[in-house]
Antibody, heavy 121, light 107 residues
């Protein structure tokens, strides 16, 4: 059974940093792309970042490029999202999602339960 | 960026009804289109991928059609548990983009 368990969310002051983690199990982690999708309170879904199975390629939304770094540790079956210079508009539930393929043309077939990040003073 | 536009934004239907949600892309996606269901306080759940393929374990009452720029999600014989918000998403090119969502209420 595929399981994705996010952690690391919380309250941070604007300008602060936070690192999210997503522990994966139930599938061969390094064979699939992974991504982060966020949802501000009461709003729709917004893709944030993706990384292919090997970790060699990463992709970012324009709204976060330069302030966020996605990475993965395939030996630990864990996905990360390092967030810097957080802004109020980064406040959202952050979901970890599994891709259906290793690199291109994948959809997100399984999602974690989400972790809430609140950037507020 | 590819813009995804869903219609309607909300709808209300009765148990047993058949409903269709439309998703239009600002450029062609081939068939790289997915549909998700999200209930309040829960993570999105994958329903359809590659425009018309049913995700494993999803009820056959859900079906998807389309290619290029026009896509539909149809739910036949509505059940009370289908009350949710539905999103389309393109994965043809980066940035990955979602539709704004369609809220479905069961009368």
């Amino acid at each position: 059974e595929v399981q994705l368990l996010e952690s690391g969310g919380g309250l941070v002051h604007p300008g602060g940093s936070l690192r999210l983690s997503c522990a994966a199990s139930g599938f061969t982690f390094n064979s699939y792309a992974m991504g982060w999708v966020r949802q501000p309170p009461g709003k729709g879904l917004e893709w944030v970042s993706s990384i292919i199975g090997s970790g060699a390629e990463t992709y970012y939304a324009d709204s976060v490029r330069g302030r966020i770094a996605i990475s993965r540790d395939n030996s630990r079956n864990t996905l990360y999202l390092q967030m810097y210079s957080l802004r109020a508009e980064d406040t959202a539930v952050y979901y970890c999602a599994k891709g259906s393929r290793e690199a291109s043309g994948y959809n997100f077939d399984f999602w974690g339960q989400g972790t809430l990040v609140t950037a507020s003073s | 960026d590819i813009q995804m536009t869903q219609s309607p934004s909300s709808l209300s239907a009765s148990v047993g009804d058949r409903v269709t949600i439309i998703c239009r892309a600002s450029q062609g996606l081939y068939n790289h289109l997915a549909w998700f269901q999200q209930k309040p306080g829960k993570a999105p759940k994958s329903l359809i991928y590659d425009a018309s393929s049913l995700q494993s374990g999803v009820s056959s009452r859900f079906s998807g059609r389309g290619s290029g720029t026009d896509f539909t999600l149809t739910i036949s014989s509505l059940q009370t548990e289908d009350s949710a918000t539905y999103y389309c998403q393109q994965y043809y090119s980066y940035p990955i983009t979602f539709g704004q969502g369609t809220r479905l209420e069961i009368k």
